[in-house]
């Protein structure tokens, strides 16, 4: 299979004929929207074009920026719990850094780049999750376990997952919105050909990071809208345990309308089902009930609402999740035994036609070897453990069959709604796990490790995963290279899993994870995360009973939506994730659907450019969402740091806060949509 070769401007691939550069620096039409029978994507930089792409300097810069935001990830996730951000900022800055050299980089080598770099957040979400657990139960791992455990998961993630790249990113086109991916795009496409759309996507990417940072790094107004202050809706609360709640942030809002309003709509769904329709029930049904009902552990007349949530209904969404998934695979099916059945021919009757550069992954008999060599790495490392050779096999077993489950899901999940439920399918993994070990005799401390090495795998594929369809969905609509895209994963998961294990092992000797100990002076990193893990394996090792009634409602809803022929994995999600995170996104659906129509109204070029400018600017508010989250993770690492260090009169007032709350929400809305009608300054 040939290879691109890191190459200079001017350079010409071995294989090709001169050098053909790309016609345009805009995306086609046609990018975000559905495919017509017989029509095909043509992506920005053509695959007869010929651009630098895997590049001594793409390569370097990638690393080294996927090295500083993983140390800086693991401690800002186990300090409070908040991974930063990568991919987006570091597309950003990827944009200044072209700017460096002589010799300009070209847009594929930004998203090499930005590819490398953007698995520090993935690598450090499967690490943080986990590992900090076994410190937590005093069962101190070596260092080179963490790294291994990391670099395990993240290459078996994108192992899994090159095999179903065809269908999600080629076959999918137009059918899922990519939030991420677009914003990560739209910022590389507009850096590059600058203009007027440059100066909107800078002045959104400014607007969106200050609002952002100073609303969810200091005390100036609520971030959080939940109209307690409203005694009908107080009310509610009280007698019914129905709450509102709704983050009004500008990442979400842009995240929303890249989503598009039926996706967003059938999130939403989900969170009013578990918010207003499962929560309330549960406390109409116990709430005369004073006896805790497993697997709470306080009785539920005295919960408040999000302790319902967390613990019944957060199950549920976990079953549906599940299920969802579950029908994802088996639509998916076809593409992966295509992609086998290729690889057959190909070991039958010699290598096959080459596809054309902008659709050649990695060969099937590498993927194969790079599963094989996986699986006896597993089973070597779980070995090694004090267990019967049955236990290893139906670990290796469980640790392959979840990885290549999940990475599916996750894919699924970043694609629809850049939110990938990493804390629930690892949840799902030790519990699974557990009840399955525990039948072979495996348990007490030995167990537990053996739990969360399966448990650290599967977290850290499914995490990396999501990441890569990112990824590989951004340069399929630039036109890069999906084998080189593949090959600089590995590179990145082996620098981002070495720095975020020894950054753990670091700090696991000066900090304490988890809850102070008596006796232990160190200070405490919460590692809210790991700590929930390390509380579910301790219980399952202890032979608690599991809610198999929870999970099972949770799968009945995912079989009731297929059955009604709609998205079940979007409306799954929606009852896991908190309502806040819901009820923004549904507003930028909305937003969304307005201009659009709009823009339908006006036709021609100037429509045509209000859904230019409308995408944009949502790229904007999510780039600097996540700048502006990103410096306030860091400002939360400095021992000076306090959250009312800027602290207005009224923020303790909830009516006062929560209308300026409100008041510039809604500034934003307008903004988008004036911006977005702004007849001034064509697209160039």
Known sequence: MSTIAPRSSGVKHPETQPTVEPETTSLPANAYERLQPGEAYRP???????????????????????????????????????????????????????????????VLENVIVTGLGGVAGSVVAGAIFTLPALYILKLDPHPLQTIFICVAGGCLGVLFLIPLRRYFVRDMHGLLPYPEATAITEVLVTGEKGGEQARLLLQATAIAGVYDFFVTTFQVWKEYVDLQFVPVVRMLNERARMVFSFDAISFILGLGYVMGLRSSMILCAGGVLSNFVLVPLIWFVGSHVDAAVYPAAVPISKMTALQIYRSYVRFIGVGAIATAGIFGIVKSLRIVAGSFGIAMRVFRHGEAAAPERTDRDISMGVILLGIVLGAIGVAAFLGRLPVSWTAVVLGLLLTMAFSFFFASVAANAI??????????????????????????????TTGMFFVMTIAGIVCTALSVSGQAITDLKTGYWLGSTPAAQEKIKFVAVVAAAAAAGLTIVMLARTFQFGESLPGDLRPVLASPQASIMKALVEGFMSRQPVAYLLFGSGAMVAVLLEMLGQPSLIFALGMYLPLELNTPALVGGFLSHLLNKRAERTAGEPGRRIRERGVVIASGLMAGGALGGVLGAALRLFPWYREDLVRTPFYALDAPSQFVSITLFIALCLYMWFAALKAGGKAK
């Open 44 to 106: 920005l930089v053509p695959a007869a074009a010929q651009l630098p792409e895997l590049t001594r300097r793409s390569i370097v810069w990638g690393v080294l920026l996927c090295v500083v935001f993983t140390v800086a990830s693991a401690y800002s996730g186990l300090k409070v719990g908040q991974v930063m951000e990568s991919a987006i900022p570091i597309s950003i800055l990827t944009i200044g850094l072209a700017r460096m050299y002589r010799r300009r980089s070209s």
């Open 415 to 444: 694609a629809t709604i850049a939110r990938n439920p990493v804390s629930g399918m690892t949840m799902l993994t030790i519990i699974i796990s557990a009840v399955v070990l525990l039948r072979f005799g495996v348990s007490g």
